[in-house]
């Protein structure tokens, strides 16, 4: 059984996803690139996870094909997190599979708890100042 303050995790991280939707759209296509432009300029310590991009600045995310369909392929695992967070059991389960996954190691992309981690601190800096950096 769920507690009710997972319950309402489980309700917050869906309706946080609202603004940040997944699809074929330029504006949705978007929103994964934003993500990595964010991340790369306010946690560049981070950019040594993704192999040829190490000095990339959020121009060249941008402009990249290759963070277009990571951003993508991010934002689909998080939505696929906050739709499954009431349910732990296939919460825990998918998170497990993702950070096991050798995939990790040939597209240059981290795990799930990597992200989980960036998120955490976005979190935490959208609570300090009210906004979204």
């Given at each position: ?25 330029e504006d949705k296509l978007q929103n994964g690139r934003d993500f990595y432009k964010f ?41 696929i997190l906050a739709e499954t967070y009431a349910n732990q059991e296939v919460f825990k ?41």
């Open positions: 059984s769920i507690s009710p303050m997972s319950l309402d995790v489980a309700r917050l991280c869906k309706s946080s996803m609202e603004s940040a939707r997944v699809g074929t759209e991340m790369f300029t306010n946690f560049p310590d981070l950019r040594v996870y993704f192999k040829g991009a190490e000095k990339f600045t959020a121009d060249d995310v941008q402009k990249s094909e290759r963070f277009e369909k990571q951003g993508q392929r991010l934002l689909l695992a998080v939505h389960a998918y998170v497990r599979e993702d950070n096991e996954s050798p995939s990790h190691l040939q597209d240059g992309s981290f795990p799930l708890a990597g992200l989980l981690h960036c998120l955490h601190n976005v979190s935490r800096d959208e609570d300090q100042t009210g906004r979204r950096h």
